[in-house]
């Protein structure tokens, strides 16, 4: 209302009246066209249901120029003032390079620590970082959604793996068949 924007500018801040929040869509390691397009759909539903929405897939120049993890942190800095969400787009290599990313920032006790050159070179690789310090704080899944793109194979739950330590907690939605479900919890 009238009333509380007009409070909230007094008091340094702003009620957004009539906008959703700031989506940041972010890619699996492993992606394949039929994902891609999945992802780009999905950034194009959320941008026609008045989301502000960046896909990394749509900003690789930004990227390159700004780097991975500043790019990621800018984004977040849109969340910070605008609300919004960080969807991570879950496929089974996602899952793998999870566990591997875990395993080798445990304590620095990873057995090949030449499997992955840099963890900053790949934004999915940045993005655990900052979900580990948001874990830390207790925040993560207030930040971070996890969607799993149901494509040509049908997979029960029961056959779903369990999700690696680092991403438990965190919403998960299985789309196209729970994005009722999604937009509703973007929208909270």
Not at 81 to 109: F, H
Not at 136 to 159: P, Y
Request: proline letters at 4%; aromatic letters at 8%.
């Amino acid at each position: 209302t009238l009333a509380e924007w007009a409070w909230s500018w007094q008091h340094g801040g702003f009620v957004k009246i009539g906008r959703k929040g700031h989506v940041v869509l972010l890619s699996p390691p492993d992606l394949d066209d039929a994902v891609s397009e999945s992802i780009s759909l999905l950034g194009s539903q959320l941008c026609s249901q008045g989301f502000s929405v960046s896909v990394d897939q749509w900003c690789r120049k930004d990227q390159c120029t700004m780097g991975p993890l500043p790019w990621l942190y800018s984004q977040l800095q849109k969340l910070d003032s605008m609300g919004g969400r960080v969807l991570l787009v879950l496929t089974q290599k996602a899952l793998e390079k999870t566990e591997e990313w875990t395993v080798l920032n445990n304590d620095g006790e990873g057995r090949d620590q030449r499997q992955m050159k840099s963890p900053y070179s790949d934004l999915f690789m940045a993005s655990l970082f900052i979900i580990q310090a948001h874990k830390k704080l207790g925040r993560a899944a207030e930040r971070f959604v996890l969607v799993k793109i149901d494509s040509h194979q049908t997979q029960s739950h029961s056959s779903d793996r369990r999700l690696p330590e680092l991403l438990q907690g965190l919403p998960l939605f299985l789309l196209p068949s729970q994005s009722q479900s999604l937009t509703t919890e973007l929208t909270v």
